[in-house]
């Protein structure tokens, strides 16, 4: 299938093109580390650590991989994000040619204004959606993984049910800026700020928990 661009956007898809290629190392990358931080993460807190009262180096070692990896995670959903987003016209084009033929009566067109969950989770017959919910997975898994992991008391299961929601939550934002480019941008900046607000109530679970206090 041959697709005549002009040259402004020739020149476009060229000069954006080495950017993509870095993008799309990206998320390859993000989820091997990610999937090594969360399996260092269980074994840790099932084998390794011993709780102690206040801040100390095991506790240090608890928290380092799932902040590394959430960011690891967050960077892979942004940066395939960026490249959905920065497909020209022409690109469009041929995306759509392609999955008319592909996805028959069920086809719908990709458009600049029609970004969102009911064409990006056909993309590549359902692959970008399954690869989407695996990252939310597993940013879920990493950021839950202390009370998941960690040996429960009884006393703590409110703290662990609050902790694996707000959990939930960053996963949920995280799909939802992968699968959909049609949320405004005042409803980010909330959804934004809610999360802010959630990682601090996270941090204080975390370091109870963990008995730093």
């Known amino acids: 299938m041959n697709i005549d661009l002009a040259k402004e956007e020739e020149s476009y898809i060229k000069g954006i093109d080495a950017y993509r290629k870095v993008a799309l190392s990206i998320p390859a990358l993000s989820v091997s580390l990610s999937s090594a931080s969360l399996a260092f993460e269980a074994y840790y807190l099932q084998h390794v650590y011993k709780a102690t009262t206040g801040a100390s180096i095991e506790t240090l070692i608890a928290i380092i991989p799932?902040?590394?990896?959430g960011m690891f995670l967050i960077a892979a959903a942004w940066a395939v994000d960026w490249v959905l987003d920065s497909l020209s016209p022409a690109?469009?084009?041929?995306?759509?040619?392609?999955?008319?033929?592909?996805?028959?009566?069920d086809y719908r067109e990709f458009t600049e204004g029609r970004n969102g969950f009911d064409t990006r989770k056909r993309l590549?017959?359902?692959?970008?959606?399954?690869?989407?919910?695996?990252?939310?997975?597993?940013?879920?898994?990493?950021?839950?993984s202390i009370p998941i992991f960690l040996k429960q008391e009884v006393t703590e299961v409110i703290l662990r049910s609050t902790l694996i929601a707000i959990s939930f939550y960053y996963a949920i934002l995280v799909v939802l800026k992968m699968l959909t480019n049609n949320i405004s941008?005042?409803?980010?900046?909330?959804?934004?700020y809610g999360a802010g607000l959630l990682t601090l109530v996270n941090l204080g679970i975390t370091a109870k928990l963990l008995h730093v206090f």
């Open 66 to 69: 799932i902040v590394a990896g």
């Open 91 to 105: 690109e469009l084009e041929a995306l759509n040619a392609m999955h008319k033929v592909r996805d028959g009566d």
């Open 124 to 144: 590549f017959s359902g692959g970008y959606l399954i690869f989407s919910v695996c990252i939310g997975a597993l940013l879920f898994l990493l950021t839950a």
């Open 185 to 192: 941008k005042n409803m980010w900046r909330l959804l934004i």
